[in-house]
């Protein structure tokens, strides 16, 4: 299994309100449509001691299968909301363990 967790910073003066719902909903739909992939947190109103603004936690059955959500035309979408409304993006992969 393969954890996949991303994290961004917005523009300063991006609402994080007027590209959260439709990123979301994008992200949700991809997963539905793919078997082997969940999403396990998909934040964006962090605390004032954060310095991140959304952050993508999600879970999928193997490399192959994450590599295949990221070329996904609705993931694609996703990432179509967030281009020239981010500062920073932070991405970690790493496999894990179920017992």
């Known amino acids: 299994m393969i954890r996949h967790v991303v ?6 003066g991006v609402k994080v309100e007027s590209i959260f719902p439709a ?8 997963a539905m449509q793919m078997p082997g992939v ?4 998909l934040s964006a109103y962090p605390l004032t001691t ?3 603004d ?13 590599a295949n959500y990221q070329n996904h035309p609705t993931h694609q979408q996703a990432t179509a909301l967030l281009k020239g409304n981010v500062e ?10 179920i017992r």
């Open 7 to 12: 994290m961004w910073k917005l523009k300063e």
């Open 23 to 30: 990123f979301k909903q994008y992200l949700e739909e991809t």
């Open 38 to 41: 969940k999403i396990d947190q």
């Open 50 to 52: 954060s310095n991140m």
């Open 54 to 66: 959304m952050i993508l936690v999600s879970t999928f059955s193997d490399e192959k299968q994450l």
């Open 88 to 97: 920073t993006r932070s991405c970690m992969d790493y496999e894990i363990n």
